[in-house]
């Protein structure tokens, strides 16, 4: 019995139940994926090139292993332009579960920038979106990760949830806003927010070299998210073994099953993109839209730092 008890914990603490399925890494990991050129669903400021326009705007590159995805940080946008030349990637792959870690050096910075890493199926909302990552440069900076899920209608979770995870709900009017519908009752598209605590965006996150954020979605019990930085990334992960059951407590929990089915989520794209302005940078842009697409068209130098630079994601299943 006792050699039962600790050979088991045994078994727990030293393996991993993961096997690594994909990974987007170094000179392959552009050919994962598809360069959206769509004019902007939120209205955002924002020009998506192809590929090609991409690598000859030097706006893509991989030097040794590191990714980057960049803005254009140089020219004023000439009048009847779309916006500042940018990026939108989506994963050929489709996911219906998995472990995805995603290891960042640096996310985008700049005002009026709206950078996220996020998944989606197809006509939306009925295959459902999951924000990994994402935020706005504005003043004060966000210093937090706002995770969330859009879905349609079905989809609730529990305020009492809340002790699963160290991120807290995000409360309107004193209500914890806990209904994924993508339409409930006000603002369009804030869906199930839970916020990370501070030093998870932005200059933050970023001044030590970044660190990893983990989705993992269970498709019948659970989508969990963690963010580490660089200095307290988990020795199974970098060993290329990642156990969840080794880890802190999420520090986001989304409960899936009698209260928001698995359906909801299907044949899920990976997206990493940069936008500017749009529904969310640019109202909380200092004077508003206007003022947002001026500024994204005239300062140039405000997006020296609106870059991704990816040493991998990597796509683990059981
Ligand atoms: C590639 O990375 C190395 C090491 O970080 C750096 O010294 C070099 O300038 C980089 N090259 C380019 C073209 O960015
Ligand atoms: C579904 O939600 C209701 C209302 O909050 C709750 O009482 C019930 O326990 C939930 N069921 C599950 C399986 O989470």
């Known amino acids: 019995m006792i050699f039962f008890v600790f050979s088991s914990l045994l078994f727990a603490l030293g393996s991993s139940s993961y096997e690594l399925k994909k990974s987007y890494e170094g000179d392959n990991f552009f050919n994962g994926f598809y360069f959206l050129t769509k004019n902007d669903p939120s209205n955002g400021f924002v020009d998506y090139v192809d590929r090609q326009t991409a690598e000859n705007l030097g706006l893509i590159s ?3 292993t590191k990714i980057k995805i ?5 020219n004023k946008i000439p009048a009847g332009k779309r916006g500042r030349p940018s990026i939108k990637i989506q994963s050929s792959e489709t996911y219906n579960e998995g472990l995805f870690i995603f290891d960042i050096e640096h996310m985008p910075e700049g005002l009026g920038t709206w950078p996220a890493y996020w998944f989606y199926g197809d006509d939306w909302p009925n295959n459902g979106e999951v924000d990994v990552l994402e935020g706005i440069g504005e003043i004060p900076k966000i210093k937090y990760n706002n995770f969330a899920l859009h879905t349609t209608e079905g989809c609730k979770m529990r305020e009492e949830d809340q002790d699963l995870f160290t991120g807290k709900w995000f409360y309107r009017n004193g209500k914890a806003r806990t209904n994924c519908h993508y339409i409930e009752d006000q603002i369009p598209h804030e869906g199930c927010p839970i916020r990370s605590s501070d030093g ?8 030590d070299k970044g660190g990893v954020i983990i989705y993992e979605w269970e498709r019948n019990d659970y989508m969990r998210f963690w963010m580490f930085k660089r200095n307290q990334i988990p020795i199974d992960i970098i060993q290329g073994e990642p ?6 407590k999420p520090m986001a929990y989304y409960r ?16 990493i993109n940069i936008n500017f302005c749009g529904a969310w940078a640019g109202d909380a842009y200092p004077g508003g839209q206007e003022a947002c697409m001026n500024g994204v068209r005239n300062n140039p130098e405000d997006f020296t730092e609106a870059y991704w630079t990816i040493n991998y994601l990597k796509v683990y299943k059981h």
Do not use: Q, Y
């Open 62 to 64: 991989v030097n040794d």
């Open 200 to 207: 998870f965006f932005g200059e933050e996150f970023n001044k």
């Open 70 to 74: 960049s803005t254009d940080s140089t």
């Open 256 to 271: 899936l099953g009698a209260n928001c089915s698995s359906d909801h989520f299907n044949d899920m794209m990976i997206v």
């Open 243 to 248: 156990n969840p059951s080794n880890w802190v």
